[in-house]
């Protein structure tokens, strides 16, 4: 009876070995991450992200009001056209290469953009021209966060 015991011991060892595992790393990771609170930013306006890929140069935003821009800037900046249909009576397009949108702002009539400087990255970001006051000729502002990496 006591070689069965014996015997299922040395089973459970290491299902023992990796629940006191799994409850440390538990342990460690809510004592040295701090969750941060996700905030929204007054006077924000909703946006959506369609395409992230890595481009190379300096920070640069453009933006596509019409299907021409729409198409010149995929080509110049050398990237697939998405399967996104594109509608420029309903929405905006900001390109923005080598940074990272972390929020947005309607202050008068322009669009702050708050971004991070994000080397290797390009980011398509659609505005829903419903959720903008400046309808006809949307003025957007890229404005580099300080202290945020």
Not at 28 to 38: F, R, T
Not at 49 to 56: E, F, G, Y
Not at 75 to 87: I, K, Q, R, W, Y
Not at 141 to 149: D, T
Request: hydrophobic share 45%.
């Amino acid at each position: 009876m006591t070689k069965l015991v014996v015997v299922e011991a040395r089973r459970l060892l290491p299902i023992a070995v990796l629940f006191l595992l799994l409850v440390a790393v538990s342990i460690y990771d809510g004592l040295s991450s701090p969750v941060e609170p996700v905030t929204t930013y007054p006077n924000s306006v909703p946006y959506k992200t369609l395409v992230q890929a890595s481009q190379s140069g300096e920070v640069r935003c453009s933006v596509a009001t019409d299907l021409d821009d729409w198409v010149a800037i995929h080509n110049a900046l050398g990237l697939e056209l998405t399967d996104h249909v594109f509608d420029p009576t309903a929405e905006v397009a900001v390109f923005l290469v080598n940074c990272q949108l972390i929020s947005t702002k309607e202050v008068g009539e322009n669009v702050e953009l708050t971004i991070i400087p994000d080397k290797q990255n390009c980011q398509v970001v659609l505005f829903d021209k419903n959720n903008l006051t400046t309808k006809a000729n949307p003025q957007f502002l890229v404005v580099e966060a300080s202290g945020k990496k």
